[in-house]
């Protein structure tokens, strides 16, 4: 069974720092992209940022230039390091992952969510 397990939310002041840590677990045979998504009360979710196997980053204009996303291959796992944190990034943060599931010779395609980890920035 695959699982996606988040860690590292909690209470900031405004102007701190989190690192957010996802480690996708189970018959694993390729970790294809892997990206964080947030939801706000009351809003949609939202890509945070993403990360591709090769190791190519995309960003949501809100973040760029205080957060970073990074990924250890052979630990399956998924980082964002979010700086200069603002009220308005409170929400809960999700990690996605587009898993090949299997081996070699037999394998799955699709993507998975995690359960989310509550970020909460103070004024």
């Known amino acids: 069974q695959v699982q996606l397990v988040e860690s590292g939310g909690g209470l900031v002041q405004a102007g701190g720092s989190l690192r957010l840590s996802c480690v996708a677990s189970?018959?694993?045979?390729?970790?294809?992209?892997m990206g964080w998504y947030r939801q706000a009360p009351g809003m949609q979710r939202e890509l945070v940022a993403r990360?591709?196997?090769?190791?190519?980053?995309n960003y949501a204009d809100s973040v760029k230039g205080r957060f970073a996303i990074s990924r250890d291959n052979a630990k399956n796992t998924v980082y964002l390091q979010m700086n200069s944190l603002k009220p308005e990034d409170t929400a809960v943060y999700y990690c996605?992952?587009?898993?090949?599931?299997?081996?070699?010779?037999?394998?799955?395609?699709?993507?998975?969510w995690g359960q989310g980890t509550q970020v909460t920035v103070s004024s």
């Open positions: 996605n992952a587009d898993l090949s599931i299997g081996d070699s010779s037999r394998w799955s395609r699709r993507g998975y």
């Open positions: 189970g018959n694993i045979f390729r970790t294809n992209a």
């Open positions: 990360i591709t196997g090769g190791g190519n980053t």
